[in-house]
């Protein structure tokens, strides 16, 4: 599934594309839709932004369209009548002129009035966008004390949408590498410098992913591996998939085990397991 730095970046191609220009015409697969593509046609687009994992094209009308890729959610930007060559089902799409948004495959689609939005069961739930909103380092410190997060280990806690918004599995992995946290551990069992660190790796690690289209290793180690000849996937990621490998730093073997439902990597050395027994 596409984390919080992806979905940023398809709200950015969208917004450039169709953001505060008129909808000539509004597209929906879904009949129970159907009657939007009346209302929002001739609208200007306001604003594309997302929060976490979800995007949002609000309508100059005050309605705004939610929609989630969840895993198969694709948004393509085209310019004059094209159409992409794909196999894929349109969803959603808007017309601007010579510009087309065409959101394919996504399933997850509503249109909400500002106050559905407020109250909508996915959004309203969402913890500080990483990307959208800037928390601070000290409001993230915060939220780690509190007593709603500081009992979880951190592994599934940083895949809690509740606590912050964006953060999937390979952010996770390496945030909590950069941190030299191991993902069993709690908040509630760490030093305070170190939930400082973990607070500080979050904002820094979905940052440089959103501006390196995913890449998690600082710009200087990654362009060594680029000039050694390895390949992007292999290059991209401190710990994530690399289970059985080299440790980037230690040369240790990263590890892997399920925590909260899913795949968590580790350097056993760099992240050891200090919890309180």
């Known amino acids: 599934m596409p984390e919080g730095p992806e979905i940023r970046r398809a709200a950015d191609r969208v917004a450039a594309a169709i953001e505060g220009r008129r909808a000539e015409d509004v597209f929906f697969a879904f009949e129970r839709l159907k009657r939007f593509e009346e209302v929002l046609s001739g609208q200007v687009v306001d604003e594309v932004t997302t929060r976490g994992k979800a995007m949002l094209t609000r309508f100059a009308g005050g309605l705004s369209v939610y929609s989630h890729n969840q895993l198969y959610g694709r ?7 094209r159409t992409p060559r794909t196999g894929r089902q349109l ?11 065409l959101l394919y495959s996504a399933s997850d689609i509503e249109v909400l009035d500002r106050d559905a939005e407020r109250d909508h069961p996915f959004l309203s739930q969402l913890g500080p966008d990483l990307l959208s909103e800037s928390p601070s380092r000290a409001e993230l410190a915060d939220r780690l004390a509190d007593p709603s997060f500081s009992g979880r280990q951190l592994g599934a806690l940083l895949l809690d949408q509740r606590f912050v918004a964006g953060l999937g599995n390979y952010l996770r992995a390496d945030i909590l590498f950069e941190a030299g946290i191991h993902p069993r551990r709690r908040a509630a069992d760490c030093a305070v410098d170190e939930c400082e660190r973990l607070a500080d790796r979050m904002l820094v690690l979905v940052r440089r992913a959103y501006r390196t289209r995913g890449v998690t290793l600082p710009d200087a180690r990654y362009a060594a591996l680029r000039k050694n000849g390895v390949k992007r996937p292999a290059a991209r990621f401190w710990v994530y998939g690399r289970e059985g490998r080299h440790c980037r730093i230690c040369d240790d073997l990263v590890e892997q085990a399920a925590v909260g439902g899913r795949k968590v990597f580790w350097c056993p050395r760099c992240q050891p397991d200090r919890r309180r027994r």
């Open 75 to 81: 948004w393509v930007v085209m310019s004059g009548s």
């Open 91 to 101: 969803r959603f799409a808007v017309n601007a002129g010579n510009r087309r948004a």
